[in-house]
C-alpha cells in the first residue's frame, strides 16, 4: 500500500509538472491544496461551437490511492445541465468506470477504465462528453428528456447553466 | 523548494518573473510582472500585449480562475509558469420574438382558389354543361358574397382565360378526384346522382370535366357552344313531339340540378325555373299552333325562326331573372335525346341516318359530346328497346314507311336486339356521326372529304383538334339541304353498313360502298367481297 501511494503520488506530481509546462487547450488543471497530491482542481472551458461556449465550468478531481489502477472520480462543482452528469455533479463517462465488465451492459471492457489514461485525456473525454451528449444511459433523467424531446428547453437551461458561470468570476 | 526559499531569502529585491500567456485562439506571448501585484494590475499588463481589454480578461491557473483582488502569489504562480487566458464575451440581448406573421400569408391563397373556382363551375354552367351545375351551386350558396365576382368573371372572358391558365387552376384541373369530391359535398347532388347512376358516370369522367374547361378557356369555343344548343332547341321545338321530349327531359334533369344548385331558402331562385317554364310553355304552344298549320315538316322546318347571332344570356348572370335565357339554356343531354327521338321531323332513311341528318353539320359539337354521355345511351335504349314508340316513330315518316314495307332485310336488321345493341354502342355512334360528316362535305368538296375521313378513322377519341375540324365544317354543313329519298346517294343510304365495315378494319370508303352497292346494303356479303378482292 505504501509503495503503491508513493507511485501514485509520483505519477501525479509528473502530470502536474507537464500540465504546467506545457498547458493544453480548453482546460487548465492544478492542486486544490498543495499538500493534497490526490486532489485536483480543474477548470474546464466551454467549447467552441457547442452549446456550452463561453462557460467556465469548475470540476473536482479526486485520485484513489492505487491510481492509475482505478479510475479517478471527477465531479462538476458549476450548475452543470448535461445527461451525463448526475444532478449533484459527478461525471458518469465510461472510461471513468471500473476496470472489467459492465454490471448493466451499456458499455464494452475495452471503454472502461485503463491504467494508460492520464489527466489529459479523461478532462479531453470530459470536454468530448460536452460536445456530444449520450442520451442512452442518461445519469441526469431530466436533462435526456430535454435533450431528446424538448431540445428548447435543454438550450434555454445550458445557456443559464452558462451564465451563471460566468458571473461567478 | 527549499532552494528557493534560500535565493529568495538571498535577493531582497523582488525580481519581475516571466508569466507565459496562453490565448485560447492558440496565440502565446511572454510577459513581465511582478508576482506580488494584483490580479487586476497584471491584466493591465497583459492588455498591453494583446487586443483585449482587461475587463474581458479571464485568467486561468491551475483549475482556478484568477480574482482581481488576489495577488499573483498567493495562486502559487512562479516564473515560466502558463496562465489560461479567455476572452470573455458581453451578456448578449435578449432576442426579439419573430415579427413575421404567418396567419395572413396562409388565408390569401385559400381565398383565391375558392373564387376562381366558383366563377370557373359558373361560366361551366353558362354553357349548359349539366355535369358543373352542381359545382355552381356548391360555391354559389356556400359563399353569398361570391356573386359579385362571378358577374364579373362572366361577363370578361379575358379575364376567365387568365384564371383559367393559372398554374394553380392547372392543377386543379388535372385532378379529377379533387374536382368530384367538390361536387359530392353537396347533399343534394348527391341525392340527385343517387337517384341518377347516369349522372354520376357524367360527374367521374374526367375527359367530358377536361373538355369543358377546355371550352370555358377559349370564349370563342363557348360562343359557338352556346349558338349550337340555341339551334339545336329551335329545331327540336318545330318536330311535333319536340315540345313533349322537352318537358320530359327538364323534369327529370334539368329540374333536379337546378333544385341541387339552389338551397332551399333561397325562394326567389327557386321560382325562376317555374317561371321559365311556364313562360317557355307559352312560347312553344304559340309554335305549336303555326305547325299544325302546315302539312309537311319540311316546310316547318323552313319555317323556324333563324337562330340566334349571339352567345346565349347568362341564366345566372345579371339576366339571371330572364325567362328566355333560361329557356333556351338546357344541358345539352336533353337537346341530343329529342333530336335522336324526333326523327319524323326531317325525312331519311333509317334510323342511324337519322341520327346523323337530323343532327346537321350545326350539331356536330353537341353530337361528339353527347356519344359520350350516358345519359343520352340510356334513352336510346330505352326508345328502341320499346317496339312501339319504334314503330310509331318509323311510321311518322312516309317514306320511312314505305321503305320498311318494301325491304324485308331492313325490317329485320332494326328489329334485331343484337343489331340495335351495335347501334347504340358508343364507340359506333361516334365513328357513325364523324363518318357522316365526312360523307356530307364530301358531297361538296371531295378533297375537304377525303382529308376529314383520313382524320376521322385515325380517331379514337374525341379532342379539341376534332371539334376544331368540325367547326370548319360548319359552313359547308350548313349549305346542304335536305335530300330527297329517291336520291339519297349510296354514302347516306349504306351508312350504317359503312360504320360497321370501317370498325372491322376496312377503312377503303370507295371500296366499302361499292362493295355495298353490290351487295345490296348486305355486311356480311360485302365483307366476303372484300376479302375476296384483297385474295386476288
Known sequence: MASSASQASLLLQKQLKDLAKNPVDGFSAGLVDDSNIFEWQVTIIGPPDTLYDGGYFNAIMTFPQNYPNSPPSVRFTSEMWHPNVYPDGRVCISILHPPGEDPNGYELASERWTPVHTVESIVLSIISMLSSPNDESPANIEAAKDWREKRDEFKKKVRQCVRKSQEML | ?536
Open chain 2, 1 to 536: 523548494m527549499g532552494g528557493g526559499d534560500a535565493d529568495a531569502g538571498g535577493e531582497p529585491a523582488a525580481a519581475q518573473a516571466t508569466l507565459h500567456i496562453r490565448c485560447t485562439n492558440g496565440s502565446k506571448f511572454a510577459v513581465r510582472a511582478d508576482l506580488g501585484a494584483t490580479v487586476g494590475t497584471f491584466k493591465a499588463i497583459v492588455a498591453d500585449s494583446c487586443d483585449v481589454p482587461a475587463p474581458q480578461q479571464r485568467l486561468i491557473y491551475k483549475g482556478r480562475i484568477l480574482k482581481d483582488e488576489q495577488t499573483l502569489a498567493s495562486y502559487g504562480v512562479e516564473t515560466d509558469h502558463t496562465i489560461h487566458m479567455v476572452r470573455g464575451a458581453a451578456p448578449p440581448p435578449a432576442s426579439t420574438a419573430p415579427a413575421a406573421n404567418q396567419e395572413p400569408t396562409t388565408a390569401a391563397p385559400a381565398s383565391s382558389p375558392a373564387a376562381g373556382l366558383g366563377g370557373l363551375l359558373q361560366n361551366l354552367g353558362a354553357t349548359g354543361a349539366a355535369a358543373n351545375s352542381g359545382g355552381l351551386g356548391l360555391f354559389g350558396s356556400g359563399l353569398p358574397e361570391l356573386d359579385h365576382m362571378q358577374q364579373q368573371l362572366a361577363e370578361n372572358p379575358n379575364l376567365m382565360r387568365e384564371i383559367m391558365n393559372m398554374p394553380l387552376m392547372q392543377n386543379l384541373m388535372n385532378s379529377p378526384e379533387l374536382i368530384r369530391s367538390i361536387i359530392m359535398n353537396n347533399p343534394q347532388m348527391r341525392e340527385l346522382i343517387d337517384r341518377n347512376p347516369d349522372l354520376a358516370h357524367v360527374l367521374n369522367d374526367p375527359s367530358i370535366m377536361r373538355q369543358t374547361f377546355e371550352a370555358v378557356r377559349n370564349p370563342e369555343l363557348m360562343r359557338e357552344m352556346m349558338r349550337n344548343t340555341d339551334r339545336a332547341m329551335s329545331n327540336i321545338e318545330s318536330s311535333p313531339e319536340g315540345f313533349n321530349m322537352l318537358r320530359r327531359m327538364y323534369e327529370t334533369v334539368q329540374e333536379p340540378f337546378l333544385n341541387a344548385t339552389t338551397m332551399g331558402s333561397e325562394g326567389d331562385r327557386n321560382s325562376n325555373p317555374f317561371a321559365a317554364l311556364l313562360g317557355n310553355q307559352g312560347s312553344n304552344q304559340a309554335r305549336d299552333s303555326a305547325a299544325n298549320g302546315t302539312t309537311t315538316a319540311s316546310d316547318t322546318t323552313s319555317g323556324a325562326p333563324a337562330p340566334n347571332t349571339n352567345p346565349l344570356p347568362n341564366p345566372w348572370g345579371p339576366n339571371a331573372g330572364s325567362a328566355q335565357g333560361a329557356a333556351r339554356s338546357p344541358p345539352a343531354t336533353n337537346t341530343r335525346s329529342t333530336t335522336a327521338g324526333g326523327p319524323g321531323g326531317l325525312g331519311s332513311a333509317d334510323f342511324g341516318s337519322t341520327l346523323g341528318a337530323s343532327g346537321g353539320g350545326s350539331d356536330a359539337t353537341f353530337l361528339t359530346q353527347v356519344l359520350q354521355n350516358p345519359t343520352m345511351m340510356q334513352m336510346m335504349q330505352n326508345i328502341m328497346s320499346n317496339p312501339q314508340s319504334m314503330n310509331q316513330l318509323l311510321n311518322m315518316n312516309p317514306n320511312v314507311r314505305n321503305m320498311m314495307e318494301s325491304n324485308t332485310q331492313m325490317r329485320e336488321m332494326i328489329q334485331n336486339p343484337e343489331f340495335i345493341r351495335q347501334l347504340t354502342s358508343p364507340e359506333t355512334l361516334q365513328q357513325l356521326i364523324s363518318f357522316q360528316q365526312s360523307l356530307m362535305s364530301q358531297l361538296g368538296q371531295q378533297q375537304t372529304g377525303q382529308e376529314r375521313t383520313q382524320s376521322a378513322s385515325g380517331a379514337g377519341n374525341v379532342n379539341l383538334n376534332t371539334l376544331m375540324n368540325m367547326f370548319s365544317g360548319l359552313g359547308a354543313g350548313g349549305g346542304l339541304g335536305v335530300p330527297n329519298a329517291p336520291n339519297v346517294p349510296p354514302e347516306e343510304l349504306y351508312a350504317t353498313q359503312l360504320a360497321q365495315l370501317q370498325e372491322m378494319g376496312f377503312f377503303d370508303t370507295q371500296e366499302n360502298i361499292r362493295a355495298l352497292a353490290a351487295t345490296a346494303g348486305n355486311v356480311h356479303a360485302a365483307v366476303e367481297r372484300l376479302l375476296g378482292n384483297m385474295g386476288q
